[in-house]
Every structure is written in structure tokens, then in C-alpha cells.
């Protein structure tokens, strides 16, 4: 069985700090592929960024980073000097075809960005 | 963005009638996809599609068919609606699933209150 956890159901941070997003996967499969992505206030999913499981390197881009452990089955997201603008519901999910052809997401986190 | 596109967006309904809700792309991706958002469960696949006339149950399937005559179009129907699918529905879209994947792309949602 496949699943997602994502443990922080809310993080509020002050503008301008940094902040991780955790997310723990559970999968038998050796290949499989995660995924992160922003639903904010206005409601539309946006894809942030997927990896494959044979890809470990981490990836940066602009302020969001992403951090793949296989080790720890572990892909936490961390956004750097967060702005307002930041502020939205963060999904991660888990794609490895051992079952029916859809994605399995975590619960998401609430993330606030104060001013 | 991806041309993916839902109707209607909002509908408000009474327990016992049948909804469809339809989704429509323009990209001509073979895989499409439907899920239900409830607070506290993220997003929850249906049913999904791998061609079509060609079809297949998600883990919420209880109440739920689906077709798809034409490679644009996938359609969701509650043949008798109940509260408990009262929910936002998310239509998405891939090129490639099963063993490798593409990514995901998600329609705008469609908010179905079922009274």
C-alpha cells in the first residue's frame, strides 16, 4: 500500500523567514515518483516539481529547494525568505503504478506567511 | 498551462438527482483523471482513464461512473447524488502513466454541494 504523510497540518512564519515542509512516503515499489504541489487561496493545483526515485540530487529553484532522502523516504520542500504571497495549501504525492494510475497525495499543509 | 477545462464550476444540487460533471482538455493526453478534495483527506482518485472507451476505479469509486467517448472529454456522473459527495472535484490530465510517469495537470475543480 502506498502513502503520504504529511505531519504539519498548519505553519504560520513571519515574512521573510525560511520554512520546511515535511513529507514522509510509503511505497514497495523501487521506482516510483514524487511530487509537490501549491493549491492557493483562489483553489487551482499548481505543480511545483516531481522526482523520480532513481534521482536523489536535490534541486533549487529561485527560493524553493527540494530535499530527496530515500534513506529517511523523505522529499521535504523548503521555501527561503518566504513572502506573502507564499501563503497556500502544499500537497505532496506519490505515483508508482503498482496500483490503479493516480496519485496518491498527502493531507496537505496550511501554510501562512504573515506580513 | 495546460488546456484543461470543467463544468459546470459550481453546482448546488438536491440529494437523490443525477449530476455529470464534465471535464474537457485540449491538450490530447491519453490518461485523465478524476478526484475528490475533502478537508482533513487531500485529494482522493475516483476513477481514471487510459484511452478511450477505456476506464478503471480509484480508491472512491463507491457512487461514481465515468466515460469517455472522445480523447477531450471525461465525464463524472452521481447517478443519485448524497450529501457525502458533497466536495470540490479536480479533473487532471498525463501523456504517460503505468511504470513511467508524466506529470499531472489539474483543471480549476468543480464545488458540488449536494443538499
Known amino acids: 500500500a502506498q502513502k503520504v504523510t504529511q505531519a504539519q497540518t498548519e505553519i504560520s512564519v513571519v515574512e521573510k523567514e525560511d520554512v520546511t515542509l515535511d513529507c514522509v512516503y510509503e511505497t514497495r515499489d523501487t521506482t516510483y515518483y514524487l511530487f509537490w504541489y501549491k493549491q492557493p487561496p483562489s483553489g487551482e493545483l499548481v505543480f511545483l516539481i516531481r522526482r523520480n526515485s532513481f534521482d536523489e540530487q536535490n534541486e533549487i529553484s529561485g527560493r524553493y529547494s527540494w530535499n530527496f532522502q530515500k534513506s529517511t523516504s523523505s522529499f521535504n520542500f523548503t521555501i527561503t525568505a518566504s513572502q506573502v504571497v507564499d501563503s497556500a495549501v502544499y500537497f505532496c504525492?506519490?505515483?508508482?503504478?503498482?496500483?490503479?494510475?493516480?496519485?496518491?497525495f498527502g493531507k496537505g499543509t496550511h501554510l501562512i506567511i504573515q506580513p | 498551462d495546460a488546456g484543461i477545462t470543467q463544468s459546470p464550476r459550481h453546482k448546488v444540487t438536491e440529494t437523490g438527482t443525477p449530476v455529470t460533471l464534465r471535464c474537457h482538455q485540449t491538450e490530447n493526453h491519453r490518461y485523465m483523471y478524476w478526484y475528490r478534495q475533502d478537508p482533513g483527506h487531500g485529494l482522493r482518485l475516483i476513477h481514471y482513464s487510459y484511452g478511450v472507451k477505456d476506464t478503471d476505479k480509484g480508491e472512491v469509486s463507491d457512487g461514481y461512473s465515468v466515460s469517455r467517448s472522445k480523447t477531450e472529454d471525461f465525464l463524472l456522473t452521481l447517478e443519485s447524488a448524497t450529501s457525502s459527495q458533497t466536495s470540490v472535484y479536480f479533473c487532471?490530465?498525463?501523456?504517460?502513466?503505468?511504470?513511467?510517469?508524466?506529470?499531472?495537470?489539474f483543471g480549476p475543480g468543480t464545488r458540488l454541494t449536494v443538499l
Open positions: 504525492a506519490l505515483y508508482s503504478g503498482g496500483g490503479a494510475d493516480g496519485l496518491t
Open positions: 487532471a490530465i498525463s501523456e504517460i502513466a503505468g511504470g513511467t510517469t508524466d506529470t499531472q495537470y
